[in-house]
């Protein structure tokens, strides 16, 4: 696919002042704003990031088009974005990790710290998580957020921003790939081929996983995911109907048992062919939240021993996303597809071009 650059030239009417902070606000069903965006006082631990690459996320599209994800509802004005990277511009009085001028990328959730589920570690978890973009709490499309500096990681030299952006998205695959403990001897399907598909095939791939197969209803998108690096490539239906015949498919495909299922989608119909594609004693694991609720044959899974298992998010992935873009063991650029600036003109052109999917894998605004 060829990445296609949008850049303006229209600076002079567009261009935004560096004297006040923007971000782009979405104000109702696609409508988005560039506004003031008044930021909360520097604390000791926090520091003040000057935001240089965000991308653009499905979930930022849910509420682009609706105004919602699931049960997250945006009652009112609110800044989006959270796939974010950028330079630190100050410091707090106690952060000792990061310097003026640091390169970093952004965790965007902050969880209360306190409650059993954060002091477990498993802080994605946290009832009172504070994840940017997310309703109530404002994103990081905008000129500078303040952020906790422990959840702002240093890149090295050779990790540019829009990178350190994309270890957001990538996160969810290397997290998918720790739960369900994928290695050498794991060969995996992946029902969805959409940036989440995408990186957990990546991170999969990284993970030793020495066969691969894609499974989606769209031809562009499987042509992208074998481009990347797919072993095989498997065009399904949306119809539940289709289910048993592309079974067989895909077990032909892998041309042998399916040790793992990651559902990327999360539609009944997708998790019906990944629990009925999985070898007994093998594992389907659900990544994407597309339906809030499903109809599934659980009992057959369970006499085969198949475990289901579940993610939400990620956790301590970040420093272990960075090193994997380090060594070259995961290569992210192909990923970004198209690029806009910070302008108003632009800010809609990006939301609506990856409303509409086609060519668009990622969509980067560089600020």
Known sequence: MVIREHISTDDAENSITEEENMAVWLLGIKTLRIQPYSLPPLGPYDVKIQIKAVGICGSDIHHFK???????????????????????EQV????????????????PGIS??????????????CR???????????????????????????????VSLEEGAICEPLSVGVHACRRAKVGPETKIIIIGAEPIGLVTMLAARA???PKIVIVDIDDQCLSFAKDLGADEIIKVSSNVQDVEDEVGQICNAMGGPVDMSFDC???????????????????????GLGQSEMTLPLTSAAAREVDVIGIFRYRNTRPLCIELLRTGKIDVKP??????????????????TSSRGGNAIKVMFRL
């Open 128 to 158: 009172q998580m504070k994840f940017f973009g997310s309703p109530p709490t404002n994103g990081a499309l905008a000129n500078q957020v303040v952020h906790p500096a422990d959840l702002c990681f240093k890149l090295p030299d050779s």
């Open 265 to 287: 989608v999360g539609f009944n119909k997708t998790m019906l062919m990944a629990l009925q594609t999985t070898h007994p004693g093998g594992k389907v694991c659900l990544v």
């Open 112 to 125: 209360c710290r306190q409650c059993h589920l954060c002091k477990d570690g498993r802080y994605n978890l």
């Open 207 to 209: 993970f030793g996983s």
């Open 66 to 88: 609706n105004m919602r994800v699931a049960n997250f509802v945006v009652k009112r004005p609110m800044v989006l974005g959270h796939e974010c990277a950028g330079i630190v």
């Open 92 to 107: 707090g009085s106690q952060v000792k990790s990061l310097m003026i001028g640091d390169r970093v990328a952004l965790e």
């Open 335 to 352: 990923l970004i597809t198209h690029r806009y600036r910070f302008t108003q003109d632009e800010v809609e052109e990006a939301f609506e």
